[in-house]
């Protein structure tokens, strides 16, 4: 099957993602994914199976029919986590590009089954609310995207209970930038709470920061 020169940018960016999960200390082993969806393809790609990071290239990602679940690349298994990144593409139209991890910090919140609390400039910037924690879910069929579906609000991130993070974007990198804030935040939240309670930012000045960020940070267009 021939892909547009859409879906050829996609698998580079889908690769960068993958690679930099370690490089960003989100992931051991290969307990991590990432993928990148394009609509008018109807097709996502999404990093193979257990595959160590380094073997990974933009030809070897598996790509996979969006409506209808169909695994087009032969030979090559996709993550097991497809089916939970299906669902969010499936019912979160404006997202482009989903990761999973279990970093560390994120984790333990995850563990103990609290969310990362809008205590950081930081996390009003990019998260514009509190990550949130979803109860225990188990991985059968649709049942983790149906729970995070339910328990997410405006932030570009979950903590899902006793097991990890799922972060989105409306790209890839997108998606990558907001799992290493989110462990980015959790660390340093964690930190805080070694020497003291830390204090939550007021909900009319957390949006502030959030406009500003979303609106006015950085350079048009980018
Ligand atoms: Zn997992």
């Not at 910090?105 to 009003?124: H, K, N, S, W």
Request: charged share 20%.
């Amino acid at each position: 099957m021939s892909e547009s020169a859409a879906m050829k940018a996609l698998r580079e960016e889908v690769c960068y993602a993958n690679k930099m999960l370690p490089v960003a200390g989100l992931v051991t082993m290969h307990s991590g994914n990432a993928s990148g969806y394009d609509p008018d393809s109807d097709l996502l790609v999404i990093k193979p199976s257990g595959m160590d990071y380094e073997a990974i290239t933009p030809e070897n990602l598996v790509a996979v029919r969006v409506s209808t679940g169909e695994v087009l690349t032969e030979g090559i298994r996709p993550s097991v986590d497809l089916p939970h990144h299906l669902f969010l593409y499936r019912n979160m139209p404006d997202v482009r590009g989903v990761i999973h991890t279990h970093s560390n910090y994120a984790t333990a919140f995850a563990a103990v089954g609290r969310p990362v609390p809008l205590v950081l400039t930081a996390i009003a910037d990019e998260f514009g609310a509190e990550i949130p924690c979803m109860p225990y879910t188990d991985n059968e069929g649709e049942h983790i995207g149906e729970t995070i579906l339910k328990f997410k609000n405006r932030a570009p991130s979950i903590l899902l209970g006793n097991h990890g993070v799922f972060a989105w974007g409306k790209s890839p990198k997108s998606a990558l930038k907001a799992a290493v804030m989110t462990e980015d935040v959790a660390k340093t939240v964690w930190l805080a709470m070694q020497i003291g309670t830390p204090k939550e930012i007021p909900a009319e000045e957390a949006e502030k920061w959030y406009d500003r960020y979303h609106n006015r940070y950085g350079q048009p267009g980018c």
